[in-house]
T-cell receptor, first 116, second 110 residues
Framework: EAQVTQNPRYLITVTGKKLTVTCSQNMNHEYMSWYRQDPGLGLRQIYYSMNVEVTDKGDVPEGYKVSRKEKRNFPLILESPSPNQTSLYFC???????????????FGEGSRLTVL | RKEVEQDPGPFNVPEGATVAFNCTYSNSASQSFFWYRQDCRKEPKLLMS???SGNEDGRFTAQLNRASQYISLLIRDSKLSDSATYLCVVIPGGYQKVTFGTGTKLQVIP
């Protein structure tokens, strides 16, 4: 089954304790990206990756790191989480360039992170 | 001005009604437009692409107005199952910077 898998789905942590949210896709997609979703602000892009070893900042990259060492994986790293990073996080992947006119982003189920 | 703006709603409509949402964008160089649907904080899923000539998929019609820089989504004969948040997505070209609207919440009432 084609899918994007995120882990963990739910996490409560404390300020300053490094954490990693993993994202893996099995569709051989070139493009992967991370978003956070907050009430009233919608989905905002954190980082994206056009291909292996190619990553770039989105709209809200501060406090986050990513890596793309393999095509299928795109982990999101919070080196020193703070309460303002409490959010719902989504990973997504897509064929790149845009596959015809579908332009479909496939999302993971989301990871709800709470930083105390 | 926000890059992509949507009326947050909620739009409360009776079953069978026709409802329309608009989404305005500020970047005139934007090339690709989509509508996504999101249920109860679950992951967004593609509803339909928006083509310059307009496109229809069953009860759903999407249109693009480049001159006025907005896209629209029309839902005819609303069903209870249409209750969700509808997100517009604007992309300048290729999947680089992807900008989502904040979403419009639709509640279809029996």
């Amino acid at each position: 089954e084609a899918q994007v898998t995120q882990n963990p789905r739910y996490l409560i942590t404390v300020t300053g304790k490094k954490l990693t949210v993993t994202c893996s896709q099995n569709m051989n997609h070139e493009y992967m990206s991370w978003y956070r979703q907050d009430p009233g602000l919608g989905l905002r892009q954190i980082y994206y990756s056009m291909n292996v070893e190619v990553t770039d900042k989105g709209d809200v990259p501060e406090g986050y790191k990513v890596s793309r060492k393999e095509k299928r994986n795109f982990p999101l790293i919070l080196e020193s989480p703070s309460p303002n990073q409490t959010s719902l996080y989504f990973c997504a992947s897509s064929l790149e360039p845009v596959a015809g006119d579908t332009g479909e982003l496939f999302f993971g189920e989301g990871s709800r992170l709470t930083v105390l | 001005r926000k890059e992509v703006e949507q009326d947050p709603g909620p739009f409360n409509v009776p079953e069978g009604a026709t409802v329309a949402f608009n989404c305005t964008y500020s970047n005139s160089a934007s090339q690709s437009f989509f509508w996504y649907r999101q249920d109860c904080r679950k992951e967004p899923k593609l509803l339909m692409s928006v083509y310059s000539s307009g496109n229809e998929d069953g009860r759903f019609t999407a249109q693009l107005n480049r001159a006025s820089q907005y896209i629209s989504l029309l839902i005819r004969d609303s069903k209870l199952s249409d209750s969700a948040t509808y997100l517009c997505v604007v992309i300048p070209g290729g999947y680089q910077k992807v900008t989502f609207g904040t979403g419009t919440k639709l509640q279809v009432i029996p």
